[in-house]
């Protein structure tokens, strides 16, 4: 059983902006409560939080870490997170451990473009979010009107549970607006002005004492205590703080407060699966196991460590547990409490804590212990991609295996040998992702590689039907070769069910039908009067999926295509399975270029958020790209987020455009939409490219 009550726990994710202090802000409260030994900075190297090398030179947050606290009689674990958009995958894994998600903001320089990315994310995984506004010591800092843009972009239930007394250099405390004791001169902010939009805030909770307050009965400290952390989980408060982590002014009345706002696993509503049923999941030590890997670390000794947080039911060292999904169950090693880099045995963990179990092959990022299964972590699709090869040719085999590590160790990252190009191609979500990627490839693996721009992975369709024939017949002496292969070609449109498409009207002679989802494929067997013999017919097949992966006009897979098979001829002696496989490769080659040939290219779907000035450069930059705007919305604090559609092959590096056109403040998220047919112009460049030399290939 844990040490720990679980309603004493509090599990919160430290995000937001990069720059805005919230690794020193981790550092300073493990300081201020005795839960770590010495001085510890980002800036000497010697965080807490900030541990790994790559981090330690660039001196910013890579990968969320866990640090663990005692205060007021609470368990604290905080999840540091990376303050930048290239690793959102990390921030993404830890708001599921978390319970709320405290957003800290530079008071000098306000919200900040993964400020806005993190509180939607926040929104998205339905956990609690309070603002910390950090940096309160720095000059420059116009407090009323950042009040106002934080309510402009994030809603007006976003009210101050303490105002700063001073700023600056005369930055020396903070009042508490909702009991609002203590000294009040030089406060930025009346804290009686702010009492009662917190007031209300809070009993919107509860109906019936909302009734009561509104008809002039003012709820009493107890009542306001028990409201306020139901208050936050629901959404119906985001309380925001103010501290300055640098001088450590605020910050134990911030513990204070997270102790009474920040709300308990207990009152946090989370559901899974089971038996294909919904089901809740009640935060109880005593309760059915459900506990999730929310991160994947590979250590400097190549010890993989799984990180979990524990909804309900107990974990206790080398017991054998569940994997929702999978028949088998998976005997756990040691349990590990984790201090940043550091971590110590525990026998046993139970609902509400975070724990990590090492050299556990069988749990993935996103695995479920127990039988009910929770929702898969939501990341989003990388798209920067770059092909990959070792400097050495002696590495190719080392090459392989460390970044299968990564791909173990980071969900935003993904790994493709693309069978078109021949290319490794390491996808991730910049190309600052995939800098401190080969950076970790040195320093944890020894091993230095080469990158480019890969090719892009290109398709071939048809675009009518049409039909025909083609005749396999050689004599070289003994025995010959002879197989005839006569078929209908069809566009196949995604999305189309084969039993739907396989109608009698269509295919009237139609035996059977097989179908390759990964292509797209439809082959349909018509043949009648055995003028090609069962026997002969998979080899046929055959043939055509080999040409699926050739290509005809330009080298690329072809998708979205169906073949019906409906008559041939054959010979006693000189067919053969080899025969009629090369008879339906160029059957299904001659037939292709017929039925109107294209190319296709992948679209990307792309939400951009700028400052509303450059919504027309936007617009314009996406015209010229051969993208299609699909419209705007309001994303609060005069920002804009635009919707639009582009050829991937326009936006490999438009991270750098972006930066230049916002002067760093524009932000986007890109994910695979679908394959569209490519303008004619650019597909007879490609296609004039292509390093095809079909005739000498097929003499």
């Not at 494929?521 to 046929?540: D, K, Q, R, Y």
């Not at 067919?575 to 037939?591: D, I, L, T």
């Not at 951009?608 to 309001?634: F, K, L, W």
Request: charged content about 25%; glycine content about 10%; overall charge negative.
């Amino acid at each position: 059983m844990s040490k720990h009550k679980v309603e004493d726990i509090r599990n919160i994710a430290l995000c937001g902006h990069g720059g805005s202090g919230k690794t020193t802000l981790a550092d300073k409260l493990l300081m201020l409560t005795g839960a770590v030994s010495g001085d510890h900075s980002v800036d000497a190297g010697t965080s807490i939080c900030d541990f790994d090398p790559e981090e330690k030179a660039h001196k910013r947050t890579i990968e969320s870490s866990v640090v663990h606290l005692e205060h007021g009689g609470k368990r604290f674990h905080f999840i540091d997170t990376p303050g930048y958009g290239d690793f959102i995958g990390q921030t993404i894994g830890a708001l599921r451990a978390a319970d709320v998600a405290a957003i800290v903001i530079n008071a000098h320089s306000g919200i900040e473009v993964n400020t806005r990315r993190v509180f939607q994310e926040a929104g998205k995984a339905g956990i609690g979010r309070v603002l910390i506004i950090n940096r309160m010591d720095e000059h420059n800092i116009n407090f009323p009107q950042l009040i106002e843009r934080i309510r402009d972009a994030f809603g007006t239930n976003c009210v101050l549970v303490n105002v700063p007394i001073g700023q600056g250099d005369e930055f020396r405390g903070v009042v508490s607006t909702l009991g609002h004791a203590g000294e009040t001169a030089g406060a930025l902010v009346n804290p009686e002005e702010i009492h009662t939009n917190l007031i209300e805030s809070i009993v919107e909770v509860d109906e019936a004492l909302m009734a009561k307050y509104f008809e002039g009965e003012e709820p009493s400290h107890e009542q306001l205590d028990d409201l306020i952390e139901h208050a936050v989980a629901q959404g119906t408060l985001v309380p925001i703080f103010c501290c300055s982590a640098k001088t450590g002014i605020g910050l134990k009345e911030l513990l204070d407060a997270l102790v009474e706002c920040a709300p308990p696993p207990t009152i946090v509503e989370r559901r899974g699966e089971q038996d294909g049923q919904e089901t809740a999941v009640v935060a109880d030590p005593e309760g059915p196991l459900v506990a999730q890997v929310f991160k994947t670390r590979i250590d400097p000794f190549v010890q993989k460590l799984s990180y979990l947080r524990i909804f309900s039911g107990t974990l206790k060292k080398d017991e054998t547990v569940a994997i929702a999904g999978s028949k088998k169950g998976v005997k756990l090693g040691p349990l590990l409490e984790v201090q940043g880099g550091e971590t110590k045995p525990t026998e046993s963990a139970s609902a509400g804590d975070i724990v990590a179990i090492a050299k556990m092959e069988d749990l993935h990022t996103g695995t479920t212990l127990g039988n009910v299964s929770l929702p898969p972590l939501p990341f989003p699709t990388p798209m920067v991609g770059l092909a990959v090869s070792p400097k050495s040719r002696n590495d190719e085999a080392k090459l392989s295996s460390s970044l299968h590590k990564i791909v173990e160790e980071d969900s935003t990252f993904r790994l493709d040998r693309d069978p078109q190009t021949k290319e490794l191609v390491m996808t991730g979500m910049s190309e600052l992702h995939l800098q401190v990627i080969r950076e970790r490839l040195h320093r944890r693996d020894k091993l230095d590689v080469e990158t480019k721009q890969p090719k892009i992975p290109f398709r071939e369709t048809i675009q009518t039907n049409a039909e025909g024939s083609y005749r396999h017949k050689k004599q070289s002496g003994g025995r010959g070769q002879f197989g005839e292969v006569h078929i209908r070609m069809y566009p196949y449109p995604r999305g189309t069910k084969p039993e739907d498409f396989c109608t009698k009207d269509r295919f009237p002679q139609m035996k059977e039908f097989h179908y390759d989802e990964g292509h797209n494929f439809l082959w349909v067997n018509s043949v009648v009067g055995g003028s090609i013999p069962t026997n002969f017919l998979p080899a046929v097949e055959k043939g055509f999926k080999e040409r699926l992966e050739r290509g005809v006009i330009a080298g690329c897979l072809v998708q979205d295509v169906a073949v019906e098979v409906h008559y041939g001829k054959y010979h006693d002696v000189d067919s053969s399975e080899a025969a009629f496989k090369r008879a339906g490769s160029m059957a299904f080659r001659n037939v292709f270029q017929e039925a109107r040939p294209a190319l296709l290219e992948p679209i990307v779907k792309m939400e951009i958020t700028i400052p509303e000035s450059n919504v027309g450069d936007v617009y314009s930059d996406m015209s010229s790209r051969g993208g299609r705007v699909q419209g705007s919305d309001a994303a609060g604090g005069g920002y804009q987020t635009v919707r639009c559609e582009v050829p991937l092959r326009e936006v490999t590096t438009y991270a750098r455009t972006l930066s230049s056109m916002t002067a760093g403040q524009g932000s986007f998220t890109m994910d695979f939409s679908h394959y569209d047919v490519m303008p004619a112009n650019i597909q007879q460049e490609v296609i004039s490219k292509a390093a095809l030399h079909e005739e000498e290939e097929d003499e």
